[in-house]
């Protein structure tokens, strides 16, 4: 599945022009999207103790913080957001 969901993001990078394999970083062989990453160090990252906060059945937090990372231009930025709302979309259709 994380393959399958790296090649619809690749598709949806080659709509704006962007090459960069595998964009999407998983966590473990989740579906579960940690990073997403364009090069030269271009991404949104999740903050990390937001994993523990989901995995960990007795917390109450289950709210996940993305902080973006070199997003120096507004076309960088609207292409992350555009992969991270293609990954969100895809996510609720595995879901359910």
Known sequence: MQERLNWLAEQEL???????????R??????FVNELYMGDGRSIVVNSGAIGNLL????????????SS???????????????GMWVKYADHLRS
């Open 14 to 24: 080659d709509r704006f022009h962007a090459n960069f394999p595998s964009p999407l």
């Open 26 to 31: 998983f966590y473990q062989d989740t579906c």
């Open 56 to 67: 960990r059945q007795d917390s109450k937090r289950k709210d996940v913080e993305y902080h």
């Open 70 to 84: 070199n997003s120096d231009t507004s076309r960088t930025a609207y292409v992350l957001i555009a992969l991270f």
